[in-house]
């Protein structure tokens, strides 16, 4: 049972599991899990400014050079080296890895010789740490980039229709309302 008082409450954010939206075309963990583990180094960029963007089939990546390529790199590089090492990929638990890493709650020896490998591979001095704070920053980009509904929609326009007339949703709304 949910209490709310309402004098104290300005908003409220609901997380709902995954499929509650998958009958307007959002994807599914599962589906959100396969999408992410097979994104190739030739599908996405990631511009100058740190924006991570896909690109149409065609299309080049522009940004050849410079921090944000070597992130593009390690992006795809951390994404297999880990599901190597766990044979599946779930993007919540991929997401609790990197980020122990990052902050030193997880410590991984093999992650230390992969990470070794990829700065003397890619030329680079970046410590573990910039390495994993810049992917953390790209993967929440990633995941955003992915979690659009059957048009590709991540946004919709605000409406009100007086009452929750919202098409899979009415029950739900109904019930949040009461």
Known sequence: MLFVNRQKMKNISLLLGAGFSVNVGYPTAAALNKKIMELKETEFCITSAGIFCLLKDGDQDQWSSGDYLLAKYFLVALKQFYFDKNSNFDYEQ?????????????????????????????????????????????????????????????????????????????????????
């Open 94 to 178: 991929y997401f609790d890895y990197f980020y122990g890493l990052e902050n030193n709650k997880v410590t991984d020896s093999k992650f230390d010789a992969f990470a070794d490998g990829f700065r003397k591979e890619h030329l680079t001095t970046r410590e573990n740490n910039q390495l994993l704070h810049t992917h953390r920053l790209m993967f929440n980009q990633v995941v955003s980039a992915f979690l659009v509904d059957g048009d590709g929609n991540k946004f919709y326009d605000p409406i009100h229709h007086g009452k929750p007339t919202f098409h899979g949703y009415t029950g739900f709304l109904y019930c949040m309302e009461s």
